[in-house]
């Protein structure tokens, strides 16, 4: 109990500090300001697109649950879903284990197989994430210049700032690493148990993945993967033309943002992305015509927007779960389909 409190002080001192290095000297008034110059029409439509990516990743996840054998509804899929990420916004890296574990509470799909699901969809994600990455710099070919003529121009606080960004995300895995081996050390009485639980946990989650990748399915599951990726960066454009100071957009800073946000969600998984998404977002908008400012003023509005929609979202998810959980309380579990 006392390690789980102190990863989750880390993480929010992290959201904190990181905050706080992207909004030092700049006025709220400023932000609100230029908050209140935004197009409404664009934001509500970057509301509706953002409830196609919920709704387009419960799919892909139907699919990818169906590729194992298991029949589950829509909708149950979508609540689960909705259900992990906002216990993904309250402790970072809670949200797939929650999800699955919804799952296996409503449709009694086993946690190993939903985990598998949750990897497949994670392995393809960071494949799509590094095809952008790939594509930013043909299409930016002068990136990686600029981006070294910046660090060796920035400010003895701005380098600390990095510094500091490294060492928070060091110390949290440090910690999470000695949690996870006192826990252990405290099972030991227990360890052949653990061991075999294990074991068959590891032989379903491998069976869970080579189902989905021998599938004759998988080329559905990787048009719904670029489907999703493409959907992200235009829901990002729409919410960058909902402000006057960042309508000028290009293709190459558009990618070069969404491959910068993309990596401190993997980098800094802070609650939310607060901080880790502010720093990263300003500062790949600052190498396209903004100022830092500008730039941080932007960040905040489209994390704004995101958070909005999220905790909407997912709060009408978690209640409809404990609808769903109370209908189904007395029904018969999912039954596994011979493929």
């Not at 908050?35 to 139907?62: C, E, K, P």
């Amino acid at each position: 109990m006392f390690e789980k409190k102190g990863y989750n002080i880390i993480i929010i001192v992290a959201s904190i500090g990181l905050l706080y290095l992207a909004l030092r000297g700049i006025p709220l008034s400023d932000i609100w300001a230029t908050i209140r110059t935004a197009d409404s029409q664009l934001v509500a439509l970057a509301f509706v697109l953002l409830l196609g990516h919920y709704t387009l990743r419960a799919l892909r996840w139907q699919l990818v649950v169906s590729m194992m054998g298991y029949s589950v509804p829509f909708y149950h899929l979508l609540i689960a879903l909705l259900s992990g990420n906002l216990a993904n916004l309250v402790v970072p890296g809670t949200g797939e284990l929650t999800r699955c574990g919804t799952l296996q509470k409503t449709d009694g799909v086993p946690i190993s197989y939903g985990l598998s699901s949750v990897v497949a969809e994670r392995s393809y994600d960071l494949l799509m994430m590094a095809f952008g990455i790939g594509l930013t710099a043909l299409v930016e070919p002068g990136l990686l210049g600029r981006l070294w003529a910046t660090l060796n121009h920035s400010s003895l606080f701005d380098r600390f700032a990095n510094v500091t960004t490294l060492l928070i995300i060091a110390v949290s895995l440090l910690l999470l690493v000695g949690i996870m081996v006192k826990i252990l050390a405290k099972k030991s009485s227990t360890w052949i148990i653990i061991v075999d639980k294990a074991k068959r946990f590891g032989r379903q989650f491998i069976g869970g993945l080579t189902s989905v990748n021998q599938s004759s399915k998988l080329i559905y599951f990787i048009l719904y993967t670029l489907v999703l990726w493409l959907v992200g960066i235009l829901t990002y454009y729409i919410i960058l033309l909902a402000l006057p100071i960042s309508r000028d957009i290009t293709l190459g800073g558009l990618l070069t943002f969404y491959s910068f946000v993309s990596i401190s969600g993997i980098a800094a998984p802070t609650q939310g992305g607060v901080g880790s998404f502010h720093i990263a977002a300003a500062y790949a908008l600052s190498l396209y015509g903004l100022t830092y400012p500008q730039a941080v003023i932007v960040a905040s509005f489209i994390h704004a927007v995101q958070m909005a929609a999220n905790l909407l979202l997912n709060v009408l998810g978690v209640g409809a779960l404990s609808l769903l959980i109370k209908r189904l309380a007395n029904s018969q579990p999912v039954l596994h389909e011979n493929q």
